[in-house]
């Protein structure tokens, strides 16, 4: 029973710090620039001391799975903190709440809500990118 309850509480616990590890990464604030080359407005992220001391470090984060194979390959996928329906790319959050994540071993496609883990990277400076990156990733349900 004690080990029942040990296994409980240590699920819980990384369920919480999954949880802050999304609220921390939301500590950022976005200013628009205005890009030459482009030739429009781009978000460009400010990061807070909280998230750069995540910058490099592994990480665990539960979320949807967004399929963007065809974009970069059956290694990478976006997390999003919320359902697709309510994710960044329909309009419904801000870009703190979504990840790229290149995984180290092909993974299948849920529409279940999974766990990753892998190292945090921040991108201040490409538009093109989103501006969490996560690398060497496993996923796990």
């Known amino acids: 029973m004690r080990i029942l309850l040990v296994a409980l509480s240590l699920l819980f616990i990384n369920s919480v710090q999954e949880k802050s590890t999304w609220k921390t990464l939301a500590k950022v604030t976005i200013e628009k620039k205005f890009d030459?080359?482009?030739?429009?407005?781009?978000?460009?992220?400010?990061f807070s001391e909280e998230v750069?001391?995540?910058?490099?470090?592994?990480?665990?984060l539960e979320g949807w799975m967004i399929p963007l194979d065809e974009l970069r390959g059956e290694n990478y996928f976006v997390l999003s903190a919320l359902p697709f329906?309510?994710?960044f790319f329909c309009g419904g959050a801000g870009p703190e709440t979504?990840?790229?994540?290149?995984?180290?071993?092909?993974?299948?496609?849920?529409e279940d809500r999974v766990k990753v883990t892998g190292t945090l990277?921040?991108?201040?400076?490409?538009?093109?990118?989103?501006?969490?990156?996560?690398s060497k990733a496993e996923v796990t349900d």
């Open 121 to 134: 990277s921040l991108n201040a400076d490409d538009p093109s990118r989103l501006m969490y990156v996560m």
């Open 36 to 46: 030459e080359l482009m030739n429009f407005e781009i978000d460009y992220p400010t």
């Open 98 to 110: 979504v990840v790229e994540v290149f995984t180290t071993e092909g993974f299948d496609f849920t």
């Open 52 to 60: 750069k001391a995540l910058d490099g470090k592994e990480i665990s």
């Open 85 to 87: 329906a309510n994710c």
